[in-house]
């Protein structure tokens, strides 16, 4: 199924099973990040000790869609993923393994950085996060009528952005922000919005995300 961005939406990953030679090296690890952030959702739902069922309640993912997730047979878009860690109580980096703030060294490196996909023509990577402190910065890349999701979504914090290159617009619960380089917007989380590129060139943007 086609991914739009909106949570409870998949993409399916199929597993060949013939590996042609020329595949990509970064599809392994693709299916494996996928696989892994699957083992992760199971493993935080089951210590909250929550049901499919209850987990499809908070976040409105179907259960089927979770099951699919939780099995790795399926990866999320940033708006499920926000849906489900908003749920589960946790960071959306968190999905995809346990921080460790005490041996983790201060430099990340841009290889070693996770990355979520909009499946709406935007992609997030997650540059920095300090779930103690609550906070989580992302560089946010969108193709030309790329958007951070299909339609306006809302959760817990407070974000803060800035536009590095191109041309945004922040769709705020009903207002329209158009950002230029240079440009910052504030908001609450908890208000409806979404990000869009409608200029005619690629646009990247630095946001952070502060918990509540």
């Not at 599809?27 to 959702?41: D, L, Y």
């Not at 908070?58 to 993923?81: C, P």
């Not at 393994?97 to 996770?114: C, I, K, L, N, Y």
């Amino acid at each position: 199924m086609a991914d739009a961005g909106v949570p409870g939406t998949v993409r399916s990953v199929t597993q060949a099973r013939t590996v042609p030679a020329s595949r990509p090296a970064g599809s392994f690890e693709a299916e494996r990040t996928i696989r892994m952030m699957g083992a992760r959702v199971r493993l935080l739902r089951k210590q909250q000790n929550l049901t499919l069922k209850s987990l499809a309640d908070r976040t409105g993912v179907s259960v089927s869609m979770l099951s699919m997730v939780e099995r790795g047979l399926a990866s999320a878009s940033v708006g499920t993923l926000v849906s489900v860690s908003t749920a589960l109580g946790v960071h959306m980096s968190d999905l995809f393994g346990p921080g460790d703030e005490v041996t983790r060294s201060p430099v990340t490196r841009v290889d070693e950085q996770m990355t979520a996909t909009t499946g709406a023509g935007g992609v997030h990577r997650i540059a920095y996060r300090d779930p103690r402190a609550g906070v989580e910065m992302t560089v946010q890349q969108y193709v030309p009528g790329g958007a951070s999701s299909g339609v306006p979504e809302h959760s817990d914090g407070r974000e803060v952005g800035v536009l590095i290159s191109g041309q945004l617009t922040v769709e705020l619960d009903g207002d329209v922000h158009t950002l230029n380089p240079g440009d910052s917007i504030a908001y609450l989380s908890s208000r409806p919005h979404r990000i869009v590129n409608r200029g005619p060139e690629p646009a990247q943007a630095l946001w952070v995300s502060l918990e509540a």
